[in-house]
Every structure is written in structure tokens, then in C-alpha cells.
T-cell receptor, first 114, second 115 residues
Framework: AQSVTQLGSHVSVSEGALVLLRCNYS??????LFWYVQYPNQGLQLLLK??????LVKGINGFEAEFKKSETSFHLTKPSAHMSDAAEYFCAVTLGTGGFKTIFGAGTRLFVKA | NAGVTQTPKFQVLKTGQSMTLQCAQDMNHEYMSWYRQDPGMGLRLIHYSVGAGITDQGEVPNGYNVSRSTTEDFPLRLLSAAPSQTSVYFC??????????????FGPGTRLLVL
């Protein structure tokens, strides 16, 4: 069965510092991987996704993630945090062809200190 | 283009009451889904639909009912509300059911409190 583990329910960084949010998955078949962001009192919106091909994926707002099959990881990074990045971030996985169900991680809330 | 809309935004129910959470999308998406979001648990799939007349269960379907009579609408029914159903509910849609790497588009959510 597929699952997603996000390490750290809360991460706090200073403005301008590196953002690193960790995600590990388990899947018996090649997965499709997603990062979504949720701002307070809003729905989720897609940051980036990995399907096939290049393992380094660039998303919106300067975020990127690298798919590492050997480590079953899909960590999200941003070189320099902005105050506006404060939100909750969700990693998610969907199985390949015919995968009707997306499994979400528990989420990581990012705090950005001035 | 309104995207995915949900009504109501907030609802308070008493235990045992029933209600319907509405979800509509205007993007002609075949695939629609309902999630509930609880603190520390992320989003969990309740039910999904890959087209009009076709629905299936997700991870946590008990106590919920769905139907899909049109492409646009996918209502979620709580048959007899329980305090354990206090949660934030999100509806989402994507283009097709068979291409699972497509982006899901989420509604703004319905916050439900069951007393």
C-alpha cells in the first residue's frame, strides 16, 4: 500500500534562510508525487509535481523538489524564505495509470521569522 | 470561470441531523473527489467519482453518501451526523479519472461542527 510521511509537523526558519520540507513515500509501483500549499482558510493549490523524466522539478514561487528513487524521497526546498511562504505544505502521492486515489501526508506548517 | 465552489462555508449540526455539502465545478472535469482534513492527519479521501453515474469509496467512506448525476455537481451527504465528523471538507476535481498525474483543483472548503 502506498503511504506518505512528512518529517516534522512544524518547521520554523528565518526570512532569507533555506527552506527544507521532508517527504518520504512508499509505493510498490512508480509513483506520481505532488507538493501542495494551503494558506490560512483556503483550499490547496499545486506547487509542483513529478511525473516522469527529470528528477529535479521546479514549481511556483521559487520552490523545487528532487525525486530520489533510491531514498524514496521527494523533499521540497527553497533557497531563501519569504514571509509570504508561511503556510501548510502537503506532500501527496498517486499511483500510476489507473490510480484514482491520492494519498496525502499529514502536512508541515512552515513558520517564517522576520 | 469560477473553478471549484463549495457551499456552505460553515455549518453547525446537532448529532443525528443530516445535511448535504454542495460542490460544483465549471471546468468540465470528469474526476471529482471529497476529502476531509483533520489536524495532524492531512487530507483523507472520502469518496470519488470518475464521471457522471460512477462513484467509489475512498479511505474513510463510512457515514457519507455521494451521487454524481451531472458532470458539474458532486454533493456529499451526511446521513446522521456524529461529533467525529467535525472537520473541514474539501472538494476537488481534475480533468480525467484515468490520468492520475493531473493536477487536482480544490474548493475553498466547508467547515463543519457537529455538537
Amino acid at each position: 500500500a502506498q503511504s506518505v510521511t512528512q518529517l516534522g509537523s512544524h518547521v520554523s526558519v528565518s526570512e532569507g534562510a533555506l527552506v527544507l520540507l521532508r517527504c518520504n513515500y512508499s509505493s510498490s509501483v512508480p509513483p506520481y508525487l505532488f507538493w501542495y500549499v494551503q494558506y490560512p482558510n483556503q483550499g490547496l493549490q499545486l506547487l509542483l509535481k513529478y511525473t516522469t523524466g527529470a528528477t529535479l522539478v521546479k514549481g511556483i514561487n521559487g520552490f523545487e523538489a528532487e525525486f530520489k528513487k533510491s531514498e524514496t524521497s521527494f523533499h521540497l526546498t527553497k533557497p531563501s524564505a519569504h514571509m509570504s511562504d508561511a503556510a501548510e505544505y502537503f506532500c501527496a502521492v498517486t499511483l500510476g495509470t489507473g490510480g484514482f486515489k491520492t494519498i496525502f501526508g499529514a502536512g508541515t506548517r512552515l513558520f517564517v521569522k522576520a | 470561470n469560477a473553478g471549484v465552489t463549495q457551499t456552505p462555508k460553515f455549518q453547525v449540526l446537532k448529532t443525528g441531523q443530516s445535511m448535504t455539502l454542495q460542490c460544483a465545478q465549471d471546468m468540465n472535469h470528469e474526476y471529482m473527489s471529497w476529502y476531509r482534513q483533520d489536524p495532524g492527519m492531512g487530507l483523507r479521501l472520502i469518496h470519488y467519482s470518475v464521471g457522471a453515474g460512477i462513484t467509489d469509496q475512498g479511505e474513510v467512506p463510512n457515514g457519507y453518501n455521494v451521487s454524481r448525476s451531472t458532470t458539474e455537481d458532486f454533493p456529499l451527504r451526511l446521513l446522521s451526523a456524529a461529533p467525529s465528523q467535525t472537520s473541514v471538507y474539501f472538494c476537488a476535481s481534475r480533468t480525467t479519472g484515468t490520468v492520475s498525474f493531473e493536477t487536482q483543483y480544490f474548493g475553498p472548503g466547508t467547515r463543519l461542527l457537529v455538537l
